[in-house]
T-cell receptor
Framework: GAVVSQHPSWVICKSGTSVKIECRSL??????MFWYRQFPKQSLMLMAT?????????EQGVEKDKFLINHASLTLSTLTVTSAHPEDSSFYIC???????????FGQGTRLTVV | AQRVTQPEKLLSVFKGAPVELKCNYS??????LFWYVQYSRQRLQLLLR??SRESIKGFTADLNKGETSFHLKKPFAQEEDSAMYYC??????????FGKGTRLSVIA
């Protein structure tokens, strides 16, 4: 089956620094990937749609200058949290679809803690 | 606007009892409906989709377009069914719109 891998699984960083999270489709190519954010005991909230070779599409209320998304290849999308603050601490999850399938495959998530 | 409503935040049932997790949606066009499950410390994974009409792990879900509902049912709950369940519609290669999720707790 389709496998999506995120790296790192968890990261702790100091306030004011930037953190990069990678999302890879291991056995398929994904022209589109999606980034979600999940707060404790809450549902997944879509942050942005990452499009290979073009700019990401951000959801309303998500700061594009703070959450930089790059989708430079068909198997890799990155999310960079710039100038991180404690309120950015969360669980970040990416997903990708396989071709025209509507099924989504999810990464294992990255837990970011900003201290 | 696209919206998914899962009215129960937490549902506790005894082992062997029937369980129904409710889902109502508001979505333009004719979306495909999914149930995703997240077991403790595991990634989100597909449980079932309405077009396949399958029974996965004893769960079934029927799409009722008139009521715009896609309730998830299982006749006899098992302890291993304890997890977070998310209902989500999708259309084409669009992002999934998740409900708030229902935490199912099956009590031995």
């Amino acid at each position: 089956g389709a496998v999506v891998s995120q790296h790192p699984s968890w990261v702790i960083c100091k306030s004011g620094t930037s953190v990069k999270i990678e999302c890879r489709s291991l056995d398929f190519q994904a022209t589109t990937m999606f980034w979600y954010r999940q707060f404790p005991k809450q549902s997944l909230m879509l942050m942005a749609t990452s499009n290979e070779g073009s700019k990401a599409t951000y959801e309303q209320g998500v700061e594009k200058d703070k959450f930089l998304i790059n989708h430079a290849s068909l198997t890799l999308s990155t999310l960079t949290v710039t100038s991180a603050h404690p309120e950015d601490s969360s669980f970040y999850i990416c997903s990708a679809g396989l071709g025209d399938s509507t099924e989504a495959f999810f990464g294992q998530g990255t837990r970011l803690t900003v201290v | 606007a696209q919206r998914v409503t899962q009215p129960e935040k937490l549902l506790s049932v005894f082992k062997g009892a029937p369980v129904e997790l409710k889902c109502n949606y508001s979505y333009s066009g004719s979306p495909e409906l999914f149930w995703y499950v997240q077991y403790s410390r595991q990634r989100l994974q597909l449980l079932l989709r309405h077009i396949s009409r399958e029974s996965i792990k004893g769960f079934t879900a029927d799409l009722n377009k008139g009521e715009t509902s896609f309730h998830l049912k299982k006749p006899f709950a098992q302890e291993e069914d304890s997890a977070m369940y998310y209902c989500a519609p999708s259309s084409g290669n669009t992002p999934l719109v998740f409900g708030k999720g229902t935490r199912l707790s099956v009590i031995a």
